[in-house]
């Protein structure tokens, strides 16, 4: 196998069901990043997000060592690659969590997302320039699908009637998160030894993410830019704070490096565009329903992950 073949496609020796695997881990992947959006928007009533980016990681650390020790006992912990590099692959990690939470709270709801609905492009763009791998066939036509029906499905939300496209100062915030989150995927593929889990990846880098944000937070606490933590938080802050920390910063994490070690970075890239689409569905429970809008652009970019598989099915035939 190439050096790039778990970066962009699936080998030809894998199982028939390899690419129904890598689906499942994206599709879980995208339903928990889609639960976080409404979730974080919430809990930034209770912590801004230079604290809250550290404080999830750690809970994310933590569930991820139990099930590290749950599945191959306390010396599985032990990290597989030397502590300089996890760190240096750690850094792409948390430049993501810590830009990504400042975009959300920062951005244009609707150009935000649009900036999301680009994610199969970033993927490319990094995937060429990093890796020089080329894309399978069928993947331009299926990241245009996807990004129409990400765009259409975000229009439609009620909560955004007669919002602007203005740049709220968030935007390129998030532009670098996502950029800074396909580095980390191949450095994720790359750099450990093969016989290393995806558990274990995961967590290790989850954990060598930590004093990056640690010192990022100390950071703007010290120069004024972010207040004293809150202590004293409510109890849907708390339960909120565990969801998102363990769903969709940890296990989402985890269930991504599978998909990626299955399916490819690039089909990847075309499920987060399923994101805004599940954060409008999740948002149902706070009293937002969808709109007619917003089934059509999640049927168009369901098309397009569907279209990549056919193709990839069609090849391995």
């Known amino acids: 196998m190439s050096a790039t073949g778990p970066l962009v496609r699936q080998a030809t020796n894998d199982s028939g069901n390899a690419w129904i695997l890598g689906t499942t ?41 139990l099930l590290v020790v749950l599945t191959g006992g306390v ?36 150009t935000a997302a649009a900036i999301m609905a680009g994610s199969p492009v970033y993927a490319a763009l990094t995937l060429r320039l990093l890796t020089g791998a080329r894309l399978e066939r069928g993947f331009v036509p299926a990241a245009a699908l996807t990004g129409i029906g990400a765009w259409i499905a975000v229009q439609g939300r009620p909560a955004l009637a007669g919002a602007s496209f203005g740049v709220g100062g968030g935007e390129l915030l998030m532009l670098l998160a996502l950029i800074a989150w396909n580095i980390y995927s191949i450095g ?12 274990r990846r995961t967590y290790v880098v989850t ?12 950071c703007a606490w010290g120069s004024g830019i972010a207040g004293a ?5 409510g109890a849907e802050a708390i339960i909120l704070l565990l969801v998102t920390a363990v769903f969709a910063t940890g296990l989402a994490s985890y269930t991504w490096n599978l998909g990626v070690e299955r399916a490819g970075l690039a089909a990847g890239s075309l499920w987060q565009n399923m994101v805004p ?14 709109t007619i809008q917003q089934v059509i652009g999640g049927a168009i970019v369901l098309c397009g992950v569907l279209y990549m598989q056919w193709r990839r099915i069609r090849q391995g035939m």
Do not use: H, K
């Open 25 to 65: 881990f994206f599709l879980f992947s995208a339903l928990c990043w889609g639960m976080n959006v409404p979730m974080m928007t919430r809990l930034f009533a209770t912590w801004d997000p230079y604290f809250l980016s550290p404080l999830r990681v750690l809970i994310a650390s933590m569930a991820l060592a």
């Open 75 to 110: 010396r599985e912990l032990a990290w597989s690659i030397r502590p300089g590099r996890a760190f240096l692959l750690a850094l792409p990690l948390a430049v993501f969590f810590f830009f990504y939470a400042l975009g959300l709270q920062f951005s244009n709801p609707i």
């Open 188 to 199: 994720a593929q790359r750099w450990f030894p093969p016989d290393t889990s995806q558990l």
């Open 207 to 218: 954990l060598a993410a930590l004093p990056w944000l640690l010192v990022a937070w100390l």
């Open 229 to 233: 933590p809150r202590l004293d938080p």
């Open 277 to 290: 689409i599940f954060a409008v569905l999740v948002s149902m429970l706070y009293g937002i329903f969808p």
